[in-house]
């Protein structure tokens, strides 16, 4: 019996520590060395007018309020690693966690606009 409790709680904590590692909130020194990584998709879900007065240099925009937002994340290639970012890391949170539950293995909050030209990001 206690061998088979020890299975379980080491599945669990595997478990854990791989839904923990789909959704992780990245720091702007951690983004930047993220996006010198091949693969690395950078995402903006900001709106298009938010997007047009500054972004990340080389960020792709997918409005979070969009009505086709879903759809347009689902299309995303899944085995790419994607760093999401919006004006608080509020909208991109809920995108973490909106692709974590749809088999999205690699995405890390990178929080807010601000917080990322402030510590330097390149911005358009």
Do not use: W
């Not at 010198?36 to 903006?44: A, M, N, R, S, Y």
């Not at 749809?102 to 990001?121: E, I, Q, R, S």
Request: hydrophobic share 40%.
């Amino acid at each position: 019996m206690s061998r088979f409790l020890l299975l379980t709680f080491a599945g669990a904590l595997a478990f854990t520590q791989l839904s923990c590692s789909s959704n992780t909130s990245v720091t702007p020194t951690e983004t930047a060395a993220l996006l010198q990584k091949p693969d690395v998709v950078l995402l903006d879900v900001r709106t298009p007018e938010e997007y047009a007065d500054g972004h990340l240099a080389g960020a792709r925009n997918i409005d979070f309020k969009a009505s086709d937002f879903n759809d347009r994340i689902a299309q995303l290639d899944k085995s790419k690693t994607y760093v999401l970012y919006c004006a608080s890391g509020n909208r991109s949170g809920k995108t973490a966690k909106l692709m974590a539950e749809n088999g999205f293995t690699k995405v890390d909050n990178a929080g807010g606009f601000k917080d990322l030209k402030a510590a330097g990001l390149p911005t358009e």
